[in-house]
């Protein structure tokens, strides 16, 4: 959905009429739409960048678009990191969109710590129900970040 671009963010209903407000539910800053969801809006940047230095990755100021070109990249095989990096990234979607929702429907709020503690868990218990667990020196690094040991 997200990468269809078919969320219902605020930008959405803008151009339907629907809403007169078309500020960042998390944020309150930018006009929500998918690409500042998950890729201008502070909150979603800080929760990546986290993710990513878990994966041993350097973060990078990085448009939705230029994102998704280096994931498209980033994710072929099927080394450790790549699968966390796929789960986390699904992770990451799933619970940014979550957080929006939280705070939109409920008054809510998360910290970015909360949300990246979540795709850690999410991602560890993935992990092992594909028996990904089998510890590898080569790997270490990312086991312990991901507290997969
Ligand atoms: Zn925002």
């Known amino acids: 959905m997200a990468i269809?671009?078919?969320?219902?963010?605020r930008d959405w209903f803008i151009r339907f009429d629907v809403v007169n407000d078309d500020a960042c539910v998390i944020c309150g800053s930018g006009m929500e739409s998918r690409d500042h969801l998950f890729a201008d809006c502070f909150y979603a940047r800080n929760v990546w960048n986290v993710v990513l230095g878990l994966c041993g990755i350097r973060s990078i100021a990085d448009s939705w678009d230029q994102?998704?070109?280096?994931l498209v990249v980033s994710l072929k095989g099927k080394s450790l990191r790549t699968r966390i990096?796929?789960?986390a990234w699904t992770g990451f979607l799933y619970h940014v969109w979550e957080e929006r929702n939280f705070k939109f429907f409920r008054s809510i709020s998360r910290s970015s710590e909360d949300t990246?503690?979540?795709?850690?868990?999410?991602v560890k218990i993935k992990l092992y129900s594909l028996s990904l667990h089998i510890i590898d020196d080569?790997?270490?690094?990312?086991?312990?970040?991901?507290?997969?040991?």
């Open 67 to 70: 994102r998704l070109n280096w």
């Open 4 to 9: 269809l671009d078919r969320l219902p963010t």
């Open 116 to 122: 990246v503690k979540r795709i850690k868990e999410a």
């Open 85 to 87: 990096l796929k789960l």
């Open 138 to 149: 080569g790997n270490k690094e990312l086991y312990i970040n991901w507290e997969l040991i």
